[in-house]
């Protein structure tokens, strides 16, 4: 059975730094042919994407991000890490990750593409 646990979420002060990780688990083998991504929403709005990794390792990251944040994975431990740096309050949101089937992410990160989802980390910033 396919499953993603996000941990790492909290409360910090803007310009603070967090860790994201998302246990994966389940896939087996097909883990390595996986696209995988991190959302995050907040309450009456639609899920964000602010970043995917592919397969061969290749990043994409939401227009907001501006390098503020970087995702990477441990392919032995089957472990998605997100690590949010100069954190804004605008960056306070329920952050999920999700894989996708492929072995390429799509160009465009777009939550209804994503096939299996987390149930989620909270991220809030203080001002």
């Known amino acids: 059975q396919v499953q993603l646990v996000e941990s790492g979420g909290g409360s910090v002060q803007a310009g603070g730094s967090l860790k994201l990780s998302c246990v994966v688990s389940g896939y087996g083998s097909e883990y390595d042919s996986l696209c995988m991504g991190w959302f995050r929403q907040v309450p009456g709005k639609e899920r964000e994407g602010v970043a995917s990794?592919?397969?061969?390792?290749?990043?994409n990251y939401g227009d907001f991000v501006k390098g503020r944040f970087t995702i990477s994975k441990d392919n032995i431990k089957h472990v998605l890490y997100l690590q949010l740096n100069s954190l804004e309050p605008e960056d306070s949101a329920m952050y999920y990750c999700a894989t996708f089937r492929s072995y390429m992410c799509p160009a465009r990160l777009v939550a209804a593409v994503f096939q299996a989802w987390g149930q989620g980390t909270q991220v809030t910033v203080l001002s």
């Open positions: 990794i592919d397969r061969g390792g290749r990043v």
